[in-house]
């Protein structure tokens, strides 16, 4: 046996969710360009789910669940409030989802109609943490969700107290689309492995969220958000990125693992960070993506990923850095439980086996001989 680092190219199952294929994305067959511009994200959700868009009926039951499962329970609020001032954002809403298992009845129900109703559930309840987290640590409240047509228009209520207004729900509403799924990244394999084991939902969702965490997955936009406030100025970015990648250092938010030529997710989220930009008089951190992209494109034939302008997306709508990575999980929830459902429609353990490069015929030395 010989090992593949990273898994790199390895096809490790089947599935019918979602395909990267010559760099175009699809879920369930549509194109990513086609829903970016014209599904909403309970639309593309239930695409997930079900593997067909909603009639109006079928959207609007959708969306009267989520409501109805929004509420989290007041246990898991209460242990919110306990969780030290500087808790990592992700770390709390690991802690929080996986405390939620204990508080449904149906956590150990495995039939398909109880994990489908799991996974609205965590949908719906994903968003409601992080809000809640976000407010008990700056000494506020938690605002309880409101019955709403869209997940986008009730997190950002939640967040920030007030009805946002319609050009920033529509920004998180396609941000939430485009992050939705991805294939076998690296936190929807990690969901798959853990409930092959006939874990529940939960458990997935939860080391999904842990894999997420690390900047090499979904922490790479908070890293782009931290070196454009390192830079400061549109007139430092060129000297900075040049010293940059003199000195061999990475820039975040550039290069993928499966896309060559382009994340094709990248130009719907430069397109809504200049609009955004203009709307808020404030084109600084859009000008300088612009800037860095070309610099770093020109020298080392590398193009932005989903992640480079997503991060001045979520300036631009007011939301705390460290809260970009939760939100990315708000949407890939979607995709996390649709590969979940669909490991457990068709189930075998996961168990890959490694290339050994330890020692070899060792004996055992009795210890008062060592």
Partial sequence: MTATKGLEGI???????SSIIDGVLTYRGYDIDDLAENATFEEVAYLLWYGKLPNRSELAQLVKDLNQYAAVPSQVIDQIRTYPK??????????????????????????????????????????TIIAAFARIREGKEPIAPKQSDSVA???????????????????????????????????????????????DIYSGVTSAIGALKGPLHGGANEAVMAMLEDIGTFEKAEAYVNEKLANKEKIMGFGHRVYKNGDPRAK?????????????????WYNMSIKIEEIVTGQKGLKPNVDFYSASVYTSLEIPRDLFTPIFAVSRTSGWTAHILEQFENNRLIRPRAE???????????????
Wanted: hydrophobic letters at 40%; a negative charge.
């Fill in 153 to 199: 228009e009730n997190f950002l209520y939640m967040l920030i107290g007030k009805d946002p207004d319609k050009v920033a729900i529509e920004a998180l509403d396609k941000a939430l689309v485009l992050h939705a799924d991805h294939e076998l990244n690296a936190s929807t394999f990690a969901a798959r492995v853990t409930v092959a084991t006939l874990s």
């Fill in 356 to 370: 050994y490069t330890g020692l070899s015929n060792q004996k055992y030395v009795p210890i008062d001989n060592r």
């Fill in 11 to 17: 096809v490790a199952t089947t599935s019918s969710i």
């Fill in 268 to 284: 719907h989220l430069q397109k809504m960070s200049e609009q955004l930009g203009k709307i808020t008089g404030n084109m600084n």
């Fill in 86 to 127: 500087d808790t990592n954002s992700m770390a709390a809403l690991r802690t929080a989802v996986s405390s939620l298992a204990l508080y449904d009845e149906e956590a150990n129900d495995m039939s398909p109609e109880s994990n489908l109703r799991k996974a609205i559930k965590l949908q719906a309840q994903i968003p």
